[in-house]
């Protein structure tokens, strides 16, 4: 506890700040895995085609995805920091700005789905039959992304002010929603039409239209902390896409890279590259939901502490939940390295598959202690408006560990799969490094120092303990 700078009881209370933050976020991410694991099983029951079909517009599907988590990353450090320093008005416009930029960025998405969804689906070279079952489902999340933005923006708005539970139970009920339509309406169960893909589709526009409905509601009324104004500062504006477009860059990059990674995997066989799906389905289950409310209650806590003007204190709690990140993670790790044969065989009884699964798990496994380090620093960093430090880091982790050094491992240099193994574990190592050498020497106070006083100069105020 002494190498933190403060007492124990200074640790303890950070961790039981963010344990309280956390688990709300903790419940709400895993809903949202359960969610996709529904859709996958229910779709596995229609046929391979409507599987890969479903499969395909998800990778498109990722662009409404990384636009709200973007631009709910500059909510979420606007509204921290301004909660912190009690700045309730440019909280609600930044909070405001937020939702209206979002809507705006899905609008273009809808009409891509409805006049090219299917050709997108084509183009990567599938199958008649998948073209058109994609291009449904396609058709329908693109119809939804101006909502599904705003509920992203929206959720992580009322985070950075501290109210965690309100978009749990938003989420929660919406992708209850999700699960129920899903079933009913992808199954034809009762009274319910048998849609198919289709019902599958619908089932997420109508569960993503309320949860935006309900967060916008429950912004707008007073009983959440941040309200609805005219959004009306262009410096809130820029402010907000500085801090989210590397963060979009970000997410963009990985999902991007996943193509080419796939491809390689592919040389070594089908088995392989289901394999690789199936560890990572079980590390994202089972420890995703912990290290992404790591990351988010870094945010919510540095955010606010440097709003209150206190750069020492920011420091001290990330480091604080640095240590609760590397424990818990490191823990996560060990259990994904024991107990990685039964957990694959869960998900097929393929003798081959199942072997190259629980290879790929351990390799996830070793990773999380990296994890520990990446989300709650990187969290810390984008909780004072530093987006690109984790941009780097992923960037760099994935394009030269993840791509170019697993194939020049397994294929130029003949090590085969170990070198896809090295190469996974060598990118979270870099995305780790990064991440601390940035948070170690890089300016990140003082850029959350100088956005919070150029707010409160565009507002006409000196902000808490500035002058």
Do not use: K
Request: aromatic share 8%; proline share 4%; net charge neutral.
């Amino acid at each position: 506890m002494a190498l933190l700078g403060r007492g124990r009881d200074d640790v303890l209370a950070v961790w039981r700040r963010a344990v309280g933050l956390g688990w709300p976020i903790a419940v709400q991410q895993t809903l949202n895995t359960l969610m996709r694991t529904v859709d996958v099983v229910v779709t596995g029951l229609f046929s391979p085609a409507a599987v890969a079909a479903v499969g395909l517009a998800d990778l498109y599907a990722q662009l409404p995805l990384r636009i709200g988590l973007g631009l709910g990353t500059g909510a979420i450090a606007l509204s921290s920091q301004d909660t912190g320093r009690g700045a309730d008005l440019d909280r609600d416009r930044a909070v405001s700005q937020a939702l209206l930029i979002g809507f705006l960025c899905g609008l273009p998405l809808v009409a891509v789905g409805l006049l090219a969804a299917p050709s997108l689906i084509a183009v990567l070279g599938a199958e008649t039959e998948v073209v058109t079952l994609g291009g449904a489902y396609l058709t329908l999340v693109f119809v939804a992304a101006p909502v599904r933005i705003v509920g992203l923006v929206g959720a992580r708005a009322l985070q950075g002010t501290g109210d965690t539970r309100t978009p749990m139970y938003v989420n929660g009920t919406a992708n209850v929603c999700n699960i129920l339509l899903t079933v009913s309406l992808g199954l034809g169960i009762s009274v319910a039409p048998d849609l198919g893909i289709v019902g599958v589709g619908l089932a997420t526009a109508v569960s993503r239209t309320l949860e935006a409905v309900a967060v916008v509601g429950a912004i707008a009324s007073e009983r959440t902390p941040p309200g609805l104004t005219r959004p009306r500062d262009p410096t809130i504006t820029r402010q907000l896409i500085a801090v989210s477009v590397p963060n979009f860059a970000e997410g963009m990059s990985t999902s991007l890279a996943n193509f080419p990674f796939n491809a390689l995997l592919l040389l070594f066989g089908t088995e392989v590259n289901a394999a690789y799906h199936i560890g990572r389905r079980i590390y994202q289950q089972l420890t995703g939901p912990i290290y992404r409310s790591l990351s988010t209650v870094a945010s919510i806590v540095v955010g606010q502490t440097v709003g209150e003007d206190d750069p020492a204190g920011a420091r001290f709690a990330a480091r604080a939940i640095l240590v609760l990140g590397t424990v818990t993670m490191g823990v996560s790790g060990v259990v994904l390295v024991v107990a990685a044969a039964p957990l694959a065989g869960v998900f097929t009884s393929d003798a081959a598959t199942r072997a190259y699964a629980v290879e790929f798990t351990r390799v996830f496994g070793v990773s999380m202690l990296f994890f520990g380090v990446f989300f709650p620093l990187s969290g810390a960093l984008r909780g004072a408006g530093d987006t690109r430090t984790p941009f780097y880091a992923r960037f760099l982790g994935t394009v030269v560990f993840m791509l170019a050094g697993s194939y020049l491992l397994a294929i130029t240099l003949g090590y085969g799969l170990p070198g896809v193994y090295a190469g996974i574990v060598l990118s979270y190592v870099c995305w780790a490094a990064v991440v601390a050498a940035g948070f170690r020497w890089g300016d990140w106070l003082e850029t959350a120092a100088s956005m919070i006083d150029e707010r409160a100069e565009a507002e006409g105020e000196t902000g808490p303990g500035r002058s």
